[in-house]
């Protein structure tokens, strides 16, 4: 019976340091998961929605790792000890955007305090996944720079819609058809899509291996932009053309109604698709 009790005691700082994470943090993960699922959240913050399936893959691969972890010496690295510190003090400092960072700060404290630098390597992946998943403003802060992707998604939906016969002007970032004017605002111009494409592809890359192909995954990347890009450009050409003909049920249902949802998820398997297709096209190459 003494060897558990040894057991337990030597991996006592381990678990009251998981015991403490989980009763401060899992109400915050909580409070994402409920506003990504209802959107009951500000626009900004559902531009990390990516998080509803990387924070559990993040998760899992930091579960299996445990093994690993627990071959590594105890060192410990004293950035650990002011990480925790100061990841503790922005989650009490009433700051909503310091108070979502808090978490991946204290994670990475907790990684460097416990096991050093062997296993912040460890896990980097996985805070990494949850650093890109944390709600904040970075979204509201990249608007005003968003322009010159709303004129092309503009132009773009302007010319496809003239090649139709319909009758349509563009200004700017307008598009007039029959008379009735559509915007592509800023949260139009796709960068929630880009963001979430990009969030799935790195956890493709790492679930298939591909990662250590560093052409494979430059390639995959790009491609990922571009095929966003192009989705969001026929999204937008559709819309103007709903609102532009009076078919407002097609409007909402594609803008915000579960026709938004099924593009969302047409386009995640289209990554996967991307993906499949490159590791093809590399084997063949190599044949």
Not at 220 to 225: A, G, N, V
Request: hydrophobic share 50%; proline share 5%; glycine share 6%.
């Amino acid at each position: 019976m003494a060897i558990p009790h040894r057991l337990a005691f030597r991996h006592l700082p381990d678990l009251t340091a998981i015991g403490l994470l989980l009763l401060i943090y899992v109400p915050l993960v909580i409070h994402w998961c409920e506003g990504w699922l209802y959107k009951t959240i500000s626009i900004e913050h559902e531009y990390f929605s990516h998080g509803l399936l990387g924070l559990p893959f993040a998760a899992y691969m930091a579960w299996s790792q445990f093994p690993q972890w627990q071959q590594l010496p105890q060192r410990h690295h004293p950035a650990g000890l002011l990480l925790l510190v100061g990841g503790l003090a922005l989650y009490f400092s009433h700051l909503p955007d310091a108070i979502n960072f808090s978490l991946p700060i204290v994670l990475t404290g907790i990684c460097l305090w416990f096991k050093g630098r062997e296993g912040l390597s460890l896990q980097a992946l996985p805070l990494l996944l949850v650093f890109l998943a944390t709600p904040n403003s970075l979204p509201y802060l990249i608007t005003p720079y968003t322009l010159p992707l709303q004129r092309l998604i503009a132009g773009a939906a302007g010319f496809i819609l003239m090649q139709l016969g319909i009758q349509i002007q563009v200004e700017q970032i307008y598009l007039f058809v029959n008379d009735r004017i559509v915007e592509v605002a800023p949260y139009c111009a796709g960068l929630k899509m880009l963001f979430t494409c990009l969030y799935v592809g790195l956890m493709l890359v790492y679930w298939t291996g591909v990662w250590v192909d560093r052409k494979k995954t430059t390639l995959f990347f790009l491609s990922i932009i571009s095929l966003s890009v192009v989705a969001n450009i026929l999204r937008n050409t559709l819309l103007a053309f709903f609102h532009g003909t009076g078919q407002v049920q097609a409007f909402h249902w594609l803008h915000s109604s579960w026709g938004s949802d099924m593009y969302a998820a047409g386009l995640l398997i289209m990554v996967v698709l991307l993906l499949r297709n490159i590791e093809q096209s590399q084997v063949k190459k190599a044949e």
